[in-house]
C-alpha cells in the first residue's frame, strides 16, 4: 500500500509541475513503473480530485493526462490571467523571452536547464501575449521547440533577432552551450 501511495503522490508531482499533457508511457517510464501500475495511481488522484472543494481537477484524454485548475473556478482564474497580460512582463518572463530571442528555437527543457526552474506557466503567459511561438520540434517529433513571433519582432522595431544588442556574442556563449549540453 506504501508503494501505490508513493506512486500517486509522485504522479501529482509530475503533473503539477509539467503544466502540459503527459502521455501515461512516460509517466510510466519516467517513474520506472508499469502501465497499469500508473492507470491505477491516476484512478487515485482522479477520485481525489473529482472532489468539487478541490482547486485542481484531472483531465485524461486518451493515452495523455494533465492537471488543471477546476473549471468552476474558470472565471475568478480568467481574471488572474487577464491581469498578469496587462501588467508588464515579470523578471522571470523577461529572462525567458531572452533565452528564446537569443538561443532560439529551443526547446522547454534547454530553457529549463539555462534557467534552473519550471518554465511551464512562463512559457504559457508569452505564449498568451504573442511574443513567442511553438512549433514541433524537427529532432524530436514527441516535443515542441520555442521561438520569438513577428510581434515580438514588432514591438522591438527590428526586423530580425540578428539585430539584439550582443547578439553575436550572447547566441553563441560557450557558458550557455554547456549548461544546455549536460542538462538538456
Do not use: W
Amino acid at each position: 500500500m506504501e508503494e501505490k501511495n508513493k506512486l500517486v503522490s509522485v504522479l501529482e508531482s509530475i503533473l503539477f509541475v509539467s503544466g502540459e499533457p503527459i502521455k501515461k508511457i512516460k509517466l510510466a517510464n519516467v517513474t520506472d513503473e508499469r502501465l497499469e501500475d500508473v492507470d491505477i495511481a491516476l484512478s487515485v488522484l482522479l477520485e481525489k480530485y473529482s472532489d468539487p472543494s478541490s482547486g485542481l481537477a484531472l483531465i485524461i484524454k486518451g493515452e495523455e493526462v494533465q492537471l488543471v485548475s477546476n473549471p468552476e473556478n474558470a472565471s475568478i482564474v480568467e481574471n488572474l490571467v487577464k491581469n498578469e497580460l496587462q501588467d508588464s512582463l515579470s523578471n522571470a518572463a523577461m529572462e525567458v523571452v531572452s533565452i528564446i530571442a537569443y538561443r532560439g528555437p529551443i526547446s522547454k527543457v534547454e530553457i529549463e536547464a539555462i534557467r534552473g526552474v519550471n518554465c511551464s506557466y512562463t512559457l504559457r503567459n508569452l505564449l498568451l501575449r504573442g511574443l513567442i511561438e511553438r512549433n514541433d520540434n524537427p529532432k524530436d517529433s514527441r516535443g515542441h521547440v520555442y521561438a520569438i513571433s513577428f510581434d515580438f519582432l514588432k514591438k522591438l522595431g527590428i526586423d530580425g533577432v540578428k539585430k539584439l544588442p550582443e547578439y553575436d556574442i550572447l547566441s553563441v556563449d560557450e557558458r550557455i552551450n554547456s549548461v544546455v549540453n549536460n542538462e538538456g
